[in-house]
């Protein structure tokens, strides 16, 4: 708005100075001229900087804006009981497998409290004691609490107002820095995006494993350590790679 009234007090002056250099006396008309070619030149040298410097500050909040949700999106993946996925190679020729190279993915809902407490619940269960006890990794897969374009009569995971989803945003930072299990995925964590959450947490799992097994579950479930190991062992020594993991 301010940039709007600086360009139509110039039309204004400008104006002005044009209708005085053909209303004033003859002798007195070139210098009215001057003055006010003068005083049009010096407001279009003001608005020229003012523009410049409302630009650099809307173009400074909308990086800062952005740094916010990078700052979200920036992931500490370091558990304080399972470590960092492994990123050695795995000895296949020994037929033995090490419990830590296995990476479960974990997929998860929406950020939402009702999400939180889901995964709270699972962190307190036998799951993760299992899988805490024999050192098998794993991470929750979330995305990012964006509304936009979602069809509110369709199957979403909550339709929020955006300072709802900032909360969320903030929540799930917190969540992400005090346990250390999360994985935030850049994508909008909805249902109808429920495909792209999939390509890219075997995308991600592609980047980090570096084990012979990955599992991928919902945050409803766990799977027996038994039967992890089992498959693992398999894995490792199947020399000709016949198995899809």
Known sequence: KFQNYIFQFTKHLLREALRQQFVTMPCQRRNTFRIGTFV????????????IYFSFFF??????????FDDVTENDCTSPTTGRPPRGPTNQSSGRCDPSDI????????????YRHRRNLWRNSICAHNYQQYGIQ??????????????INGHNQAARDT???IDDALALRNESKTFRDIQILPIRDI????????????DWLNQEARGPLVVIHDD?????????????????????????F
């Open 40 to 51: 049009v030149v010096k407001v279009l040298v003001l608005s020229i900087f003012v523009n």
């Open 59 to 68: 173009i400074g909040k909308i990086h800062r804006n952005a740094s916010f």
């Open 103 to 114: 990476l479960v993915a974990i997929k998860s809902g929406g950020s939402n409290q009702r």
């Open 138 to 151: 794993y991470r929750f897969m979330i995305g990012l609490p964006i509304k936009h374009n979602i069809d």
């Open 163 to 165: 300072s709802e989803e």
């Open 191 to 202: 249902y109808e995006e429920l495909y792209l959450k999939t390509i890219h947490v075997l």
């Open 220 to 244: 409803e479930y766990c799977a027996s350590v038994d039967e992890l190991l089992s498959l693992c062992h398999e894995a490792v020594s199947d020399v000709n790679n016949s198995h899809i």
